[in-house]
């Protein structure tokens, strides 16, 4: 008698991955390879070596396709989305450049939207940020942040901090449009994301654990900041994707720690790299961090990577990939 094996959750689904290249898209791509997707992902160039890691991931050679697109291209978004149920769009500029940031984020947000209207995929999952939802001067310290926050546009604009900015105005404009569109939209908003890189080049939330072992600072800001692993952040993608009663929004973190914690925690893993040991703020009171629910995604059955693990793992990845030198 022979036991039927179940097939895989991905099995026979087509689904497209935009920027897929990228920290967060590669490990999606994977993640999404494993599970029997086929993945069209989008590139700028699919024959660039920067893109090389994603054709030597499992399952890339049978079921991995590489299409050139541009978000403000719709034509070639219109080719990569073509023949997919669902499109999981992780393209975004990182810039605090205006120009660079909102435009591009905010139609190419519409183009994905649109084109996936058009082709009649079953679900969009959108990829935000906690800066949608974290920049609000007003907001009291006993505040639990969660999927009901929004950033004060007005002080975003104030501050000149474009990149968040245009992350809340391109989630706002891409729930609009879904909604237009009659298209089932669900938003992830991961907080700074850690964890091992499979791409060659450091993306710019890596650097942030970087700097802090290769000398480059010698204090740490009195700030604080909200983590999470780069593996839960694919799988909480894949989770709201698959799980058809998933709606609204889903707060991705695992903790908020002060920098000083962060930098106390690599110090007692790596204590063989100069790690600050003062606070470039001696006058103000420590800042407090602030409290965030990851609620709904647990409730889906995520389970987080403690942050100490994903700032371990960060770093051997670092080392491995040859951006940080192994000191003895």
Known sequence: ??????????????????????????WLVKLLLQRGYTVKGTVRNPEDPKNGHLKTLDGAAERLILCKADLLDYDSLLAAIAGCHGVFHTASPVTDDPEQMVEPAVKGTENVIDAAAEVGVRRVVFTSSVGAVAMDPNRGPDVVVDESCWSDLDFCKKTRNWYCYGKAVAEKAACERAKEKGLDLVVLIPVLVMGPVLQPTINASVVHILKYLDGSVKTFTNAVQAYVDVRDVAMAHVLIYETPTASGRYLCAESVLHRGDVVGILAKLFPEYPLPNRCSDEVNPRKQPYKLSNKKLKDLGLQFIPAKQSFYETVKSLQEKGHLPIVS
Do not use: H, R
């Open 1 to 26: 008698m022979t036991i039927a094996s179940t097939p895989a959750p991905g099995e026979g689904q087509t689904v497209c991955v935009t920027g897929a290249g990228g920290f967060i898209a590669s």
